[in-house]
């Protein structure tokens, strides 16, 4: 799923969130370095998913800066699989402790990002796609 040659990113935010610079920053990172980035806010579960198919993506960045992903994160994934996108690779970023990374990862959560990561890290992941 890539749009001529450039892997497609889709940002999200929830929709009861307005916090956004770092999903912002996180969206310029990623055009700089060559990804096509659409970022979209104060999506529902739903739209997450209808996105993805609308926009042909082959990562989903979901950004919290509440704990609205235990609600928002199973219904994202089960609709994903549903639609027939489940090698669609998810990742998670915001403000997420530390005892919840490993049930996001149980949920399908590739990697879970919060302030202060490697976006160099961020970055390697994501080309992990267009590699496959």
Sequence with gaps: MKSQGRTK??????????????????????RDAGFEVVYIVYMRPEEVATSAVQEDASVIGMSFSTGAYDDHVPVVMRLLKEKGLGNVMVLVGGLIPDEDIDWLKKQGIKEVFGAGTDTNYLIELIKSVARN
């Design 9 to 30: 990113v889709l940002l999200v935010k929830h929709w009861m969130e307005c916090h956004d610079r770092g999903v912002k920053s996180v969206a310029t990172i990623l």
